[in-house]
């Protein structure tokens, strides 16, 4: 029967270690200007992760297109962010200051509030800067240089947005609850998806896709739970590639990578949760397993367990072996 519902069937401990350990890697457009939008070392822990899985990654072309349109919008957003939190926090400045309305409040807790004020402002310079010099967009294209599906042509393009409109029509996912944008934007996830399916139909391989993407045209939601990828995507890629597909969040990447022994703070991992519940938040989902596996556990907590186990075990087997010996 598993067969026949294969879309319904979580992967199990091994076959998530499996898909982990040999699987492409894809990656949504919002992975990439996450970078843009972490604290310093929580962008760090991010490039770490994109290294440790760099020989499997690859991004479709329509969501680096996505990147490129919209990474200046990100870099003006972050600016911006900090600018309105550096006003915010001085109007309330203003008002400690002011003797009639609050009562005494310590000279050191006025300089503290200066300081993060300037560092506000600082901050809000430090991003306008990259869009003269961009060291992040340096780096991504250098790790994904030859990981990018190919430019489609027009005729593609014109098929593609007529299926898109197709489906939209019936509320078939990825992308319909884009339709009110305007065309051809509204068409991009499902582009992206299409180019997925080309991709891993012509690999024959299974995918493990990486996205921040929290709308109900990706994930399979139920009684207010997120509880994995929509199974009408799990279906339509088994019928196209015959293979695996599995969607993951950054923070479910990142503890997976941790696992395997690459330099991710703890500190980054709770950075990332923290925001993404915020953005589960927003569109009123329950924050929850990107796909459930074994007992109840998250994929990503099964898939970071068996890692670790995995590490042990080879850590106690090396322990079991004799030294090597010295070459005279």
């Known amino acids: 029967m598993k067969k026949l519902f294969r879309a319904y069937y979580r992967p199990s401990d091994v076959e998530l270690k499996e898909l982990w350990e040999t699987a492409t890697i894809v990656l949504d457009a919002n992975v990439l200007l996450d970078v843009y939008g972490y604290s310093a070392a929580t962008r760090e822990s991010l490039l770490a992760a994109l290294r440790a899985f760099r020989e499997r990654l ?7 297109l996505d990147f490129h349109n919209n990474r200046v919008g990100k870099i003006l957003e972050q600016a911006s962010a900090c600018r309105d939190a550096e006003r915010d926090l001085r109007k309330v400045l203003a008002q400690f200051r002011s003797k009639r309305k609050h009562p005494f409040v310590a000279p050191e807790v006025e300089q ?22 961009d060291p ?3 780096t991504l294209t250098e790790l994904l240089e030859g990981r990018v599906g ?3 042509d027009a005729e ?12 939209f029509e019936r509320s078939f996912p990825p992308g319909y609850l884009d339709a009110k944008k305007p065309a051809p934007e509204r068409y991009g996830d499902y582009l992206g998806w299409k180019q997925i399916l080309e991709y891993a139909t012509a690999q024959s391989a299974s995918v493990v896709f990486v996205t921040d993407e929290t709308k109900e045209d990706w994930w399979f939601v139920q009684a207010g739970k997120t509880l994995g990828p929509r199974r009408e995507l799990v279906q339509e890629f088994i019928k196209s590639s015959s293979n695996s597909f599995v969607m993951c969040s950054v923070e479910g990447m990142l503890e997976v990578a941790q696992a395997a022994g690459t330099k991710v703070s703890a500190e980054a991992i709770a950075e990332v949760r923290e925001r993404r519940e915020a953005q589960i938040a927003a569109t009123e989902l329950k924050p929850a397993a990107p796909f459930g596996a074994g007992e109840g556990k998250p994929m990503i907590a ?5 890692l670790k186990s995995s590490a042990r075990a080879d850590a106690d087997e090396a322990s079991l072996k004799p030294p090597p010996r010295d070459e005279d």
Request: hydrophobic letters at 40%.
């Open 156 to 167: 593609w393009l014109k098929r593609e947005y007529a299926a898109g409109a197709e489906r």
């Open 302 to 306: 099964v898939a970071s367990e068996t």
């Open 112 to 133: 503290q509030l200066e300081r993060i004020c300037n560092e506000l402002v600082e901050g809000a310079a430090s991003h306008e800067r990259v869009l003269s010099s």
């Open 150 to 152: 190919n430019a489609p």
């Open 136 to 138: 992040y967009v340096d």
């Open 58 to 64: 690859w991004v479709p072309f329509q969501f680096a």
